[in-house]
């Protein structure tokens, strides 16, 4: 058994044991057993988020992910420019089921892999990205909500929009892993 699946079954152990605890006596509540308790459950917890934070910032797990990042963000980026040269026979009530089949499972990916630039690039990196990444998710919400209530004008806006800031997260994306693969020794974490 590995330490991060045996330390969520001491915390599932030690939640059991203090509601076991809590309701022996109606009144009073045997806090030495509790005490007890709760200590072995916080030393779960922290044993869980060590855990947790090791297997994130695996070397193997790093580059598979920062693969995954730069992957979906080529691929949003080419899909929207796609969208974008071709907007205006684009019919605006099927723009939604483009935006389906082109962007979610991208935008899956890029998020499920997203924390892995905190230990690559540092936090701030990461946050500068994944400003530009959130507000063009949102201006393709957007266009899928233009789209469903039949707004060609705002489909058209936005789609420029989402691209454009896909271009801003891509650009930075791109710069720093140039700088790290220019000089790995220096983390910006």
Same mark, same amino acid.
Request: hydrophobic residues 45%.
């Given at each position: 058994? =590995? ?19 809590? *309701?022996?006596?109606?009144?009073? *509540? ?21 855990? $947790? $934070? ?5 070397? $193997? &797990?790093?580059?598979? =992910? ?33 935006? #389906? ?17 905190? $230990?690559?690039?540092?936090?701030? =990196?990461?946050? #500068? ?26 489909? =058209? ?6 691209? #454009? ?8 994306? &791109? ?15």
């Amino acid at each position: 058994m =590995n330490i991060k699946a045996f330390s969520l079954l001491l915390i599932m152990a030690a939640f059991l044991a203090g509601a076991f605890i809590a *309701v022996l006596d109606p009144v009073e *509540v045997n806090w030495a057993w509790m005490g007890s308790v709760l200590a072995a459950g916080a030393i779960g917890l922290v044993m869980f988020r060590r855990a $947790h $934070h090791s297997e994130a910032s695996s070397g $193997h &797990r790093l580059s598979g =992910n920062m693969q995954q990042l730069g992957g979906s963000l080529e691929s949003i980026l080419k899909n929207l420019s796609e969208l974008c040269d071709r907007k205006e026979e684009l019919p605006v009530y099927e723009a939604r089921f483009e935006i #389906d089949r082109l962007f979610r499972e991208d935008l899956n990916r890029f998020a499920n892999a997203r924390e892995s630039m905190i $230990h690559v690039f540092g936090m701030q =990196n990461y946050a #500068d990205v994944m400003s530009a990444f959130a507000a063009g998710e949102r201006y393709i919400n957007r266009v899928w909500s233009a789209s469903t209530d039949g707004y060609i004008d705002e489909v =058209n806006q936005y789609l420029v929009k989402a691209r #454009d800031q896909f271009r801003e997260a891509d650009g930075l994306f &791109r710069k720093l892993q140039a700088e790290v693969a220019e000089n790995p020794a220096v983390s910006h974490a």
